[in-house]
């Protein structure tokens, strides 16, 4: 068990709709980041917070947005779902903000029909 | 920009036997990081070991063992005797820091699978 949590385990939902995925970081760490797990893509960075602030972005799209809470949980929102964001979305979390290790969740798997 | 390749995109050995895990980077950082993670079919990522650019002596933690070499741009990966529960995803990643921040940049795995 890393220390992260994620809910949901998993979702499925149709094409069009949002979902917010939830992430808490271990204790005491105050970086999150939100990797996506494709098939086609592999794992990719979706983007990072570090105490409440954006810190870096890769591959997210505009439909995807993100946000870190003041008790440093934090949650993904994807809108307007297509099939292709069918995909295990992972959160993970490390102390700082450059070159720790990252500890990860168990992941949200979500399948839009 | 970063780049991991894992070439291996498959490897099936028989229990006990030793087998490695190859990782190449690029990377124009003159500080970085590199990871491994496994994932079991149970599907979380699990944090293996983390080498930092300026230390190339090799880990060993049991049965696994890492190999840095910055000359070949390598970080290679040993399960010695392996087991069956070892069967998993084995992903190699890079850090990349962007602007006081860092990304992990991961190679597309290796599934490894161990009969019994």
């Known amino acids: 068990d890393s220390g992260v949590t994620q809910t949901p385990k998993h979702l499925i939902t149709a094409t069009g709709q949002r979902v917010t995925l939830r992430c808490s970081p271990r204790s005491g760490d105050l970086s999150v980041y939100w990797y996506q797990q494709s098939l086609d893509q592999g794992l990719q960075f979706l983007i990072q917070y570090y105490n409440g602030e954006e810190r870096a972005k890769g591959n997210i799209l505009e439909r995807f947005s993100a946000q870190q809470f003041p008790d440093l949980h934090s949650e993904l929102n994807l809108s307007s779902l297509e099939l292709g964001d069918s995909a295990l979305y992972f959160c993970?979390?490390?102390?700082?903000?450059?070159?720790?290790?990252?500890?990860f969740g168990p992941g949200t798997r979500l399948t839009v029909l | 920009a970063q780049k991991v390749t894992q070439a291996q995109t498959e490897i099936s050995v028989v229990e006990k036997e030793d087998v490695t895990l190859d990782c190449v980077y690029e990377?124009?950082?003159?500080?970085?990081?590199l990871f491994w993670y496994k994932q079991p079919p149970s599907g979380e990522l699990v944090f293996l070991i983390r080498r930092n650019s300026f230390d190339e002596q090799n880990e060993i933690s049991g049965r696994y063992s890492w190999n840095f070499q910055k000359s070949t741009s390598s970080f290679n990966f040993t399960i010695t005797a392996s087991q069956v529960v070892d069967s998993a995803v084995y992903f190699c990643a890079l850090s990349e820091a962007i602007q006081g921040a860092q990304k992990l940049v991961f190679g597309q795995g290796t599934r490894l699978t161990i009969n019994p």
């Open positions: 993970a979390s490390s102390p700082g903000s450059r070159y720790d290790e990252q500890f």
């Open positions: 990377t124009r950082d003159t500080t970085y990081y």
